[in-house]
């Protein structure tokens, strides 16, 4: 390692010893938010006998032995969705979790650790219009409980790594399909078939192989739409092409998805659903989800059955969302990596760059 481990630099150092304890101080504030707005906190497991189905997504798996010798495949889970969900059939009506996720086969750049703390909520009998309204909120609450005071005007202005950004609600709201007709100049309504996507592509210098729609346009959107959202303040980009949103109900346009993420200073902070309810539907998608890894080669595993059982018992309408924390505590300790927030970062522990 070529540099000296953290724990060694802020003890050498204590003048950055506040900007790793503002982790606790995001964390409180995010817990005292959900719980004046009549959250339950839960807990859910994080070694499961089968993670979420993200197609794009690489998991840790072990083995699970009990004291008689018996031996079952088990995961580290990615995010606690399934979980959660079967607590919206149980009859929870808002829920919230802070806890730890793990994604494998990650870089260490500077937005991403493979063990990171993960905030997940749900409202039942909503959609992700209330979950739109909770972001912004919540972001206000976090400026004001990690320091930042409202200008002369009202407006809550957050300085990250030299840009201004105003937090201030209502935000930015824009559809993906706008959002790459704005910013790369074309539409995506227009280049609907795989083939007019690939000749668009390979038009700008992309590589275009035998990759898929939903790849193809997720190559366009990282280089030339990303990097413009949330500058000067946040965006919320909603209605994602169905085939980018497996776990989304559909929008009233068959072809959307109700599914948006929010980004502050160019940092994906959020991915937000009107939650999928329909088991049959939901099936479908997890098949095809399943059968994408295997195209990616990517580590093979079994469909929740639990988890389209509890959809069949009934699942209220709902949105929800998952938050990372990380990057949440990254953006106001106007921090340029989670790295620098970390106590113990991966690449630290494990090596990398």
Not at 101 to 124: C, H, I, Q, V
Not at 136 to 145: G, I, K, R
Not at 158 to 177: A, I, K, M
Request: aromatic content about 10%; proline content about 7%; overall charge negative.
């Amino acid at each position: 390692m070529s540099e000296r481990p953290t724990w060694q630099r802020i003890h050498d150092d204590p003048a950055l010893l506040p900007r790793y304890l503002l982790r606790e101080r995001v964390i409180r504030a995010i817990r005292e938010f959900f719980y004046a707005h009549d959250f339950h906190e839960v807990e859910t497991p994080l070694l499961v006998p089968v993670p979420s189905m993200e197609p794009y997504l690489e998991v840790f798996e072990t083995t699970l032995e009990d004291a008689f010798g018996g031996r079952q495949r088990a995961f580290l889970t990615n995010s606690p969705e399934y979980a959660m969900k079967r607590l919206l059939v149980a009859g929870l009506p808002r829920i919230f979790q802070i806890c730890k996720a793990f994604r494998n086969r990650e870089d260490t750049g500077r937005k991403r650790n493979p063990e990171f703390t993960m905030l997940e909520w749900y409202r039942a009998n909503s959609d992700y219009t209330a979950i739109m309204r909770d972001c912004e909120a919540l972001l206000a609450h976090l400026f004001s409980a990690t320091g930042g005071e409202a200008a002369d005007d009202g407006r809550l202005r957050l300085l990250y790594q030299g840009t201004e950004v105003d937090l201030t609600p209502p935000w930015e709201r824009l559809t993906v399909r706008d959002a790459v007709l704005r910013y790369a100049g074309l539409d995506i309504e227009a280049l609907a078939e795989l083939p007019a996507l690939a000749a668009a592509m390979a038009a700008r210098g992309y590589s275009v192989g035998g990759s898929p729609w939903d790849e193809l346009l997720g190559q366009l959107f990282a280089n030339e739409v990303e990097p413009h959202l949330g500058q000067g303040r946040p965006t919320i980009l909603y209605d994602y092409p169905l085939v980018m949103a497996g776990l989304a109900r559909r929008a009233h346009d068959p072809r959307y998805a109700e599914r948006f993420e929010f980004y502050i200073a160019g940092l994906e902070l959020g991915n937000a659903f009107s939650e999928l309810a329909d088991p049959i539907e939901q099936a479908a998608r997890l098949a095809a989800d399943q059968a994408e890894r295997a195209r990616l080669g990517r580590t093979a595993y079994a469909i929740d059955h639990d988890f389209l059982a509890a959809l069949r018992v009934g699942m209220p309408p709902a949105g929800g969302i998952a938050v990372g924390v990380d990057r949440l505590i990254m953006l106001f300790a106007d921090a340029p990596s989670i790295h620098d927030t970390l106590w113990l970062p991966g690449r630290e522990l494990f090596g990398g760059a």
